[in-house]
């Protein structure tokens, strides 16, 4: 009879959610850049992310 | 009649398990955005990447990671990146893995990661200025163990753990320690999250085989 192959860290990484396919769709390379949009459309959907005092001091001096 | 038809040789590659490969997009995630500054590429497929199924640390990591991306651009990160970690002078965050091994100059790990990369048939390509000790480094190197690369089959699991906790174990866990407490750190908090969850995983994968 044939035994089974342990799977116990095969089993540990898949419920850790290891196996999805987000994250290898998040590190292909794609073209589409976001813009400055990006970051009003977050402060109106709070993420826990937050724009410091710094960015948008850049901000301000990227401005034409 | 008959018709010829030219054969190429085909090459296979064997597909990875998908958690394997999935570990293999980590190191490829956390090299992308610690060698240098995300591109607004990788930025973008974060911000558009679905979730991590599940309630674990690494899925709510995740999360924090592809919302901030939604409110991030490249400039603006590579801003964050160069405040973190190439200020003029002592950069806050140091990215080597001998700051936090303490290593002493005589016996410093980059003398031993030298002859390790070199037995493991990698180096540092020609147009890297940085030492081997650099950790978007080890994790491009990580990557290469886990998945392979074009002529080059994934190394076995016994070689990737002996790299990961000679290397990476100890210091990237107090890398992202240190990144995550630093008041420059905002998109990066994120980034930081995610790497400590992966590497929780990696070492605790790593003690079950």
Redesign the interface.
């Known amino acids: 009879m044939k035994t089974a192959k342990p799977t116990?860290?095969?089993n540990?990484?898949?419920?850790?959610?290891?196996?999805?396919?987000?994250?290898?769709?998040?590190?292909?390379?794609?073209?589409?850049?976001?813009?400055?949009e990006?970051?009003a459309?977050?402060?109106a959907q709070p993420?826990?992310?937050?724009?410091?005092e710094?960015?948008q001091k850049?901000?301000k001096t990227?401005e034409i | 009649m008959s018709a010829q038809v030219a054969v190429a040789p085909v090459a296979m590659q064997r597909m990875l398990?998908?958690?394997e490969?999935?570990?293999g997009?980590?190191y490829?995630?956390l090299a992308?955005l610690f060698v240098t500054s995300p591109?607004?590429?990788?930025?973008?497929?974060?911000?558009?990447?679905?979730?991590?199924?599940?309630e674990?640390a690494?899925?709510r990591a995740?999360q924090?990671l592809?919302?901030?991306s939604?409110?991030?651009?490249?400039?603006?990160a590579a801003?964050?990146y160069d405040?973190l970690f190439a200020a003029v002078g002592k950069a806050p965050i140091s990215m080597y893995a001998g700051y936090y091994l303490g290593a002493p100059a005589i016996d410093h790990p980059r003398v031993r990661l030298q002859a390790d990369l070199a037995a493991l048939g990698l180096a540092r390509a020609g147009r890297v200025s940085e030492p081997e000790d650099h950790l978007g480094g080890l994790f491009e190197v990580m990557r290469v163990l886990v998945a392979g690369a074009p002529g080059r089959k994934p190394s076995p699991l016994a070689e990737q753990k002996r790299f990961y906790q000679a290397y990476l174990e100890q210091a990237a866990a107090a890398f992202f320690t240190a990144l995550a407490a630093a008041p420059?750190a905002?998109?990066y908090r994120?980034a930081a999250a995610v790497g400590a969850a992966f590497m929780a995983?990696e070492s605790?994968?790593f003690q079950?085989?």
Do not use: C
Request: charged share 20%.
């Open positions: 116990n860290r095969r540990f990484l898949l419920a850790a959610g290891l196996g999805g396919a987000g994250v290898a769709a998040a590190v292909v390379t794609g073209t589409r850049k976001p813009g400055r990006k970051i459309a977050a402060e993420s826990g992310y937050h724009v410091t710094h960015i850049y901000y990227t | 398990p998908p958690e490969a999935a570990r997009d980590f490829a995630l992308g591109s607004g590429a990788l930025l973008a497929n974060l911000a558009a990447a679905g979730p991590i199924d599940g674990s690494l899925a995740w924090g592809v919302d901030a939604k409110a991030m651009d490249a400039e603006a801003f964050e405040e420059q905002n998109y994120h995983l605790q994968s079950l085989d």
